[in-house]
């Protein structure tokens, strides 16, 4: 029932939204430069997906390693993973358009 309702309002707010000009496409605006808050965004977001890929990364070469009969230190790995994703992350969208 909750769609549906949302639904409804959806419908009778879009044309009133539209006509108003609330909503714009943004055609035609260049963006002239990245601001330090995206660029700062962009590294805590590489940095946190730099963590989890390295944590997941140290766990299963620890398993591989482990079924080898081999024992391999894998504790600076989420450090290292979440500096290689910040760094990463700020390049992309400071070069990137």
Request: charged share 10%; glycine share 18%.
């Given at each position: 029932?909750?769609?549906?309702?949302?639904?409804r309002?959806?419908?009778?707010?879009?044309?009133?939204?539209?006509?108003?000009?609330?909503?714009?496409?943004?055609?035609?605006?260049?963006?002239a430069?990245?601001?330090?808050?995206?660029?700062?965004?962009?590294?805590?977001?590489?940095?946190l997906?730099?963590?989890?890929v390295?944590?997941?990364?140290?766990?299963?070469?620890?398993?591989?390693?482990?079924?080898a009969?081999r024992?391999?230190?894998?504790?600076?790995?989420?450090?290292?993973?979440?500096i290689?994703?910040?760094?990463?992350a700020v390049?992309?969208?400071a070069?990137?358009?």
């Open positions: 029932m909750s769609f549906a309702l949302l639904d309002f959806n419908a009778w707010i879009a044309p009133l939204l539209g006509q108003g000009g609330f909503i714009t496409s943004g055609h035609g605006v260049a963006h430069r990245h601001q330090p808050l995206e660029v700062g965004i962009a590294a805590m977001l590489g940095a997906g730099g963590f989890i390295g944590l997941v990364l140290a766990r299963l070469i620890r398993f591989v390693a482990y079924l009969g024992e391999l230190p894998t504790g600076k790995w989420a450090i290292y993973g979440a290689l994703g910040a760094i990463i390049l992309w969208e070069l990137g358009d």
